[in-house]
């Protein structure tokens, strides 16, 4: 990474040359003396203006009565003043010259109006590009400039180190960023309301830093959908991994996001299409956020492998195969000569396998446990080791583990971390020494598991080959069909049908009939056996009214199926070719208010319903991309052969998604929902044999 912060239009905010603090006080506990006497206290070597009529002086400063009465304009004014206040404040700044600010308070006066005090102030700041942090939030800290830009005395200092944190929660930014110094931070921002500035803008001023390692993130939405993907672009572009733990995946959550911070959630699934595409791992608690930025931020990633682990305990060792089975972290296949190394070293009877349960006798542990971990971290086949023991403070054993860690960790370049099954035991003391040679120490199993997932995720991220998506059709039929799409009235069938062909999706060949004799004569060109559908405006699930009539083999069929639909329904139907059966899957194309158009793949049928069974995906994207989505799909079995079927032609369905990708690239913004129902996968390839696309308009 290159410092391209001296640039960036964060930099007066987050890396400011002069400080400003209105509202500064002497009263010793308040607001107003902590903003001013924590960055003073703990190194911020820029110049500190504290400004209120009231003082000469405010924690040895000199206190200036108002803001144009400073020496120069400063790079960030801090607002502590009452909310009745803030308005006039801020424009005050401006007409200072400042060209940034923080607002710590919520802004929440008792307004009955459309343009509340929160609007008001975001359209000050915008009109005036002023980056603007908060309201509502804690402040920041830039521990690489040792600013402390926050109203909360910390009860000590936070380690400096490689984890950018971003959080819309005040409390939840507090726990991590005021740790017990394992999470070492350059960067630890509380954005709040987010007024002028987003999670995006942070973002892509964390992966511009160059000690950042890892970003975390604690969101409750994105307020600017495309700043965020241009962020995430350049994170991936810095291979700078991207963590996230995000709420309002249920329902209750999403409306209590809104209550909170006036945040809309977003559908969840285009949240786990965005994250797929750029590679961020999602996370479910802050353990787990805790866990996998610790694990992400040391010196070394994970390289070929899988995880090894050492244990004392023949217990926890069975446990830790479950657990690492449901986290689906793979555990190393160690080498035959890496199995005789540790069968000559432990004690008789224990199993030379990986995990390894190294306590026997207890006799020369010390040695054993060190040479046993050795052995795992020295094979081949081995990326991560853990060394799993409910480490307690000045305990006999508890310091052969430590020094098993770090042991290993000095002689190997591989990632090393200490798990605990427990977390309640006393273990302050040791965390220090841990930490400073680079091992990280993980309170609870499925904790450390899951970030050991995440650090494999990451590696495979990383190896995602460069896909060809596939090309645009001849761009006279892509204007042809928006231009359609622009019309009032959803496409028929068989329009549909013939839009998916020009962006080259095999589809049934299909014509549209309105009276008996024209079905008949269709029918004979296009070949027995045929599908008769009715064609009726409005009529958009066709099998909810019974409007389907497969397998119709001879004239007297289709006479027969014409009349009952046409008594029924009325006289317009599609007649089409019946494409040869095999597993029926489903596409489409979704509009998502945040992100705009995502694919769908999933089950077809009715399944997609009952089971849930369904991925979104951000497109374009190439084919190796779509069949990687559809494996993660639980009827994707069913196109693999299942239970003695024949295998149809996955990579076909793989293809029709990568082509559908494309279109909605190109059409997305005049399209309001495309469903794909069946799409009949065969061996010979996936055929879209019916399809409803309704425009935008």
Known sequence: MTDTQTEHRLRPLLRPDSIAYVGASQRPDSTGNRMVSVPLSTGYAGRMYPVNPNYEQVEGLTCYASLHDLPEPPDMVVLAVADQRLEAALEDAL????????????????????????????????????????????????????????????????RRGGISLISHSGSSWSALTLNDGRLGLNLSVSSGQELTLTTADYLDYAVSMPTTRVVGLILETIRDPEGFLAALEKANRAAVPVVALKVGASEKSAELAISHSGAIAGDDAAYEAVFDRFGVSRVHTLEQLGAALLLLSQDVSVGKGALAAIHDSGFEREL???????????????????????????????????????????????????????????????????????????????????????????????????????????????????????????????????????????????????????????????????????????????????????????????????????????????????????????????????????????????????????????????????????????????????????????????????????????????????????????????????????????????????????????????IRELDINPIIVNENGAYAVDALIVPAG
């Open 320 to 670: 830790m195969v479950d657990r690492a089975e449901a986290a689906s972290v793979p555990l190393a296949d160690i080498e035959p000569e890496s199995r005789d190394k540790l069968e000559a070293t432990l004690d008789p009877g224990l199993e030379p396998v990986n995990p390894v349960d190294a306590w026997g006798t207890g006799h020369d542990y010390r040695r054993i446990f060190i040479e046993c971990f050795d052995i795992l971290m020295s094979d081949p086949n081995v990326a991560l080791g853990f060394v799993s023991h409910n480490i307690r403070d000045n305990n006999w054993i508890g310091e052969a583990w430590v020094a098993t860690a770090l042991a290993a960790r000095k002689r190997h370049n591989k990632p090393v971390a200490m798990v605990t099954s427990f977390p309640w035991t006393r273990h302050g003391e040791v965390i220090a020494d841990l930490t400073e040679a680079g091992v990280a120490l993980i309170e609870g199993m499925d904790n450390g598991l899951r970030a050991a997932a995440i650090a494999f995720e990451q590696r495979a991220f990383k190896a995602r080959p460069v896909e060809q998506v596939a090309s645009i059709p001849d761009p006279s039929r892509v204007t042809y069909w928006r231009d359609r799409l622009t019309l009032v009235g959803s496409l028929d069938e068989a329009e549909a049908l013939a839009l998916l062909r020009d962006f080259g999706l095999h589809t049934a060949e299909c014509q549209v009939a309105c009276t008996e004799a024209d079905a008949v004569s269709i029918a004979q060109s296009v070949g027995w056996p045929v599908v008769l559908k009715t064609a009726m405006p409005d009529i958009h699930h066709k099998s909810d009214v019974d409007g389907v009539r497969v397998g119709l083999a001879d004239l007297e069929q289709v006479t027969q199926a014409y009349r009952d639909l046409n008594a029924r329904l009325g006289p317009r139907v599609t007649v089409a070719g019946q494409v040869e059966s095999g597993v029926e899957m489903s596409l489409g194309v979704v509009r998502d208010p945040q992100f705009g158009s995502l694919i769908m793949l999933g089950a077809g049928g009715v399944l997609i319903e009952l089971l849930g069974d369904r991925r979104l995906a951000l497109p374009p994207f190439g084919e190796g991309y779509a069949h990687r989505l559809s494996r993660d799909l639980r009827s994707s079995r069913l196109l693999e052969g299942y239970r003695g079927s024949t295998p149809v032609d996955a990579a076909g369905f793989a293809r029709a998604a990568s082509r559908l990708s494309v279109l909605a690239t190109e059409l997305g913004d005049v």
């Open 95 to 158: 007409s200072a010259g400042a060209r940034s600010a923080v607002i710590f308070g919520g802004a929440n006066l008792l307004e009955h109006t459309d343009n509340p005090l929160p609007k008001r102030l975001a359209a000050i700041g915008r009109e005036a590009a002023l980056p603007i942090c908060g309201g509502n939030c804690m402040g920041f800290y830039n521990l690489d400039h040792q600013l402390y830009a926050t109203f909360s005395n910390p009860p000590y200092l936070t």
